[in-house]
């Protein structure tokens, strides 16, 4: 029997045709899903199921026996009630509805649940898919629409289904997208049915950073490829499709900019870039003591807490490094919130204790801080007044990469702190129990609230993440010292 061809799987095939293939022929071989990814599903499925509340009177049905669902399908179209996850097949393609909703005596509406705030072209994709496959099997399509996340959306006790999701007609749409659907499924068969993966990169492929299957088509490019240009963008591409592969292959009649000839001498001599005037300026902008800040957040696409909107971000976490002087040993001072409640005031008033009113808060990329911070002043209006009086104390250590003061070819093109601080310092994240910001959030998510699958940790799994939490943020505050103090001995 040959392979059929799901909504899921179209969308793979939109994305990428190798994806599509291996999906199908040799799905072992996929990427394994990382945490983040995981995260994702598992938000989605909350959502999904707080959307069928918003039809009280909705049928679920809840088999996951493939000719079983295709027959309940069918049998309960007769109702006329909205349905939930409804599978109809036609010969070699097959979708389920999110929602089916009675339009009329004759015509279903189809609603398509997503979890961001806004639609993306995969979804009318998806969308037009499914309308595709349900009006083969025989129903009658009135519109389709898409139910996302309603980003004005703010708790107020229980969650509100009806106000937590904002419903959109995307049928135009759909119809736009849906033009060259039937020439697409008949190709994606066809590519199912080849013995061996397509050999070629798709022409929409945007470079290894975006590609679903980084190892699997991108393995040829040198270390230091185009794509590592910095804000390198379309002359990437540009650069890729004439056959010019790494970065110091790029011809010197090529038009960069200031800083990307920079990145390419650096490459090629292998000597770091240092501009002592600007570095000296940005050290002696600096007042005493200095406050080394950094927070970590979470988000949820459920809000957790009253006042709060869908994906607003929760500083739960921060460390502090204070010095007094560049060569003086520095304080340390952290914070990690304890238990599920809202965590917001107790990091304010563990803050508040902890800076003080003169010197410079060095934090890296500002803007992020202060949006936290301003959110707060915000949400908290009696911490306003100190809040506000922060924010000329805020000093950016982001300023000296990202406009290129200084510069090293271990940086691959990037000015963020997780490739700056092993270029100029030596130390890394790498080995590290929790090595990035978004593992930082779902690990304090994992320990404080309950998983999706019901899962609770032991205490010792909560000590031992908790530790490593602390030693995560911590690295990035005592990082931004090492940085200061090496960018002060070459100015």
């Not at 908790?466 to 005592?478: A, P």
Request: hydrophobic share 35%; aromatic share 10%.
């Amino acid at each position: 029997m040959p392979p059929l061809l799901s909504k899921s799987k179209y969308l793979y095939g939109i994305q990428c045709p190798r994806l599509l293939w291996m999906a199908i022929n040799e799905p072992e071989k996929l990427p394994e899903v990382d945490e983040a990814t995981q995260h994702r599903f598992d938000e989605g499925h909350l959502v999904g199921e707080l959307a069928k509340k918003v039809f009280p009177d909705g049928i679920d049905i809840k088999t996951e026996d493939f000719n079983e669902n295709l027959k309940k399908s069918k049998e309960l179209l007769a109702k006329r009630k909205p349905l939930f996850e409804a599978a109809f097949k036609n010969e070699a393609i097959y979708s389920r509805a999110d929602i089916l909703l009675p339009a009329n005596q004759k015509e279903w509406d189809v609603i398509e649940v997503k979890s961001s705030t806004q639609p993306k072209e995969l979804h009318i994709h998806d969308l037009a898919f499914q309308k595709y496959c349900y009006q083969r099997a025989g129903l009658k399509i009135n519109k389709c629409f898409l139910m996302h996340i309603n980003g004005e959306y703010v708790r107020q006790g229980d969650i509100n289904p009806k106000e937590l999701f904002a419903r959109q007609d995307v049928d135009e749409l759909v119809d736009e997208f849906s033009k060259n659907i039937k020439d697409n499924i008949k190709a994606m068969l066809k590519l199912i049915s080849l013995k061996k993966i397509p050999e070629k990169v798709c022409d929409e492929c945007k470079g290894p950073d975006k590609c679903p299957l980084p190892e699997e088509c991108w393995s040829f490019l040198p270390e230091s490829d185009v794509f590592t240009l910095y804000r390198g963008g379309k002359k990437s591409i540009e650069l890729f499709k004439s056959g010019i592969y790494g970065l110091k292959d790029i011809p010197i009649t090529y038009n960069l900019s200031a800083n990307q000839h920079i990145q390419k001498r650096c490459e090629e001599t292998g000597k770091p870039y240092v501009d002592k005037k600007h570095i000296k300026s940005f050290i002696d902008s600096l007042k005493f003591p200095l406050y080394f800040l950094d927070f970590e957040t979470y988000n949820t696409a459920i809000p957790l807490y009253d006042g709060l909107s869908p994906y607003q971000q929760i500083p739960f976490q921060f460390s502090l490094h204070i010095s007094d002087s560049l060569d003086s040993e520095p304080k340390h001072h952290s914070f990690l919130a304890e238990g599920d409640k809202d965590p917001r005031l107790d990091f304010l008033s563990a803050l508040k204790k902890v800076i003080g009113k003169k010197g410079s808060i060095v934090v890296y990329n500002q803007s992020f801080e202060k949006r936290i911070m301003n959110e707060l002043s915000r949400a908290f209006p009696k911490n306003e007044g100190w809040i506000n009086s922060l924010t000329g104390q805020f000093v950016d250590l982001l300023v000296p990469f990202q406009k290129f003061y200084y510069y090293d070819s271990k940086q691959q093109g990037s000015a963020s702190l997780k490739n700056v601080l092993p270029a100029l310092t030596g130390r890394s994240y790498v080995d590290m129990e929790i090595a990035s910001g978004d593992s930082a959030s779902l690990q304090y998510l994992y320990i404080t609230h309950e998983a999706a699958d019901g899962t609770k940790p032991a205490e010792k799994e909560i000590a031992e993440i908790r530790q490593n939490l602390e030693k995560y943020c911590s690295l990035d505050t005592e990082g931004m010292v090492c940085i200061l103090r090496v960018l002060s001995k070459l100015a």
